[in-house]
């Protein structure tokens, strides 16, 4: 992981890359490492994709979704680079915990229909909407 990390400060001077207590990119230049586990190498590659790839709001969580599965692209482009073992499982947990959250994030909060977003990232919901506007 040194020699990772070492390697990636080389290459991406600008970046500025701190320990924290989750892996996270913070836009526009920092990237937060998390504790040590296993697949901290990859992690840090889906951060340093983000930072590439300049993303910077998460405006609507439809795109923040679009967002993690690019980083994810470009981790694994990185991965050829840096010779990190990529691991789809491990790409597809992450991009499915997402989707719980768009989800639930989703989720009309009186009837439990799946709303749905305007372009103001207003979430509406078509049934409840439709009975206020009956009334
Ligand atoms: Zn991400
Ligand atoms: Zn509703």
Redesign the pocket.
Same mark, same amino acid.
């Given at each position: 992981m040194d020699n990772l990390l070492n390697r990636i400060k080389k290459d991406y001077p600008e970046l500025s890359i701190k320990n924290g207590k989750k892996f996270t990119?913070r836009p526009p230049k920092t990237i937060i490492i998390g504790p040590s586990e296993p697949k901290m190498e990859l992690l840090l590659l &889906? !951060?340093l994709g &983000?930072a590439l790839l300049h993303h910077e709001d998460y405006k609507t969580h439809v795109d923040r979704l679009k967002m !993690?599965s690019d980083?994810w692209e470009k981790a694994k482009e990185l991965s050829l680079k840096y010779d990190v073992e990529f691991d789809d499982d491990l790409m597809q947990t992450e991009l499915d915990t997402y989707r719980d959250w768009l989800y639930k994030k989703s989720r009309c909060p009186i009837c439990g229909l799946t709303r749905f977003q305007t372009p103001d990232f207003k979430y509406h919901c078509p049934r409840c909407e439709l009975l206020l506007n009956k009334k």
């Open positions: 990119f &889906h !951060e &983000h !993690e980083a």
